[in-house]
């Protein structure tokens, strides 16, 4: 079974930190692009950061500096640490994967997305 379950969300004050963690099963993990995503009320949801297979990483600016993501190919998992948090970034975040080429060693053998079910991030002022 395909699944992305995300956990770690919470509230916590401004200033503080959080770890976001994204367990993938049903998917040759190692081979996808893993990002998160966020979305607050009455707001699209919004890329916050990627890392893809080979380890490069890209990130929202308004999080540069502050958020890091990482994987961990033998856990499955993708992690999003969070520092310095501001009221803004609260939302719920999403974790995503992607599968990339080639495609053959995947278990569907195409192209995938899979989105989790998300976990609240909620920074009081």
């Known amino acids: 079974q395909v699944q992305l379950v995300e956990s770690g969300g919470g509230l916590v004050q401004a200033g503080g930190s959080l770890r976001l963690s994204c367990a993938a099963s049903?998917?040759?993990?190692?081979?996808?692009?893993m990002s998160w995503y966020r979305q607050a009320p009455g707001n699209q949801r919004e890329l916050v950061a990627v890392?893809?297979?080979?380890?490069?990483?890209n990130y929202l600016d308004s999080v540069k500096g502050r958020f890091t993501i990482s994987r961990d190919n033998a856990k499955n998992t993708v992690y999003l640490q969070m520092n310095s948090l501001k009221p803004e970034d609260t939302g719920v975040y999403y974790c995503?994967?992607?599968?990339?080429?080639?495609?053959?060693?995947?278990?569907?053998?195409?192209?995938?997305?899979?989105w989790g079910q998300g976990t609240p991030v909620t920074v009081s002022s």
């Open positions: 049903g998917i040759t993990f190692s081979f996808n692009r």
């Open positions: 995503n994967a992607i599968s990339e080429p080639p495609y053959s060693v995947h278990p569907t053998g195409a192209y995938l997305e899979v």
């Open positions: 890392i893809r297979s080979g380890g490069s990483t």
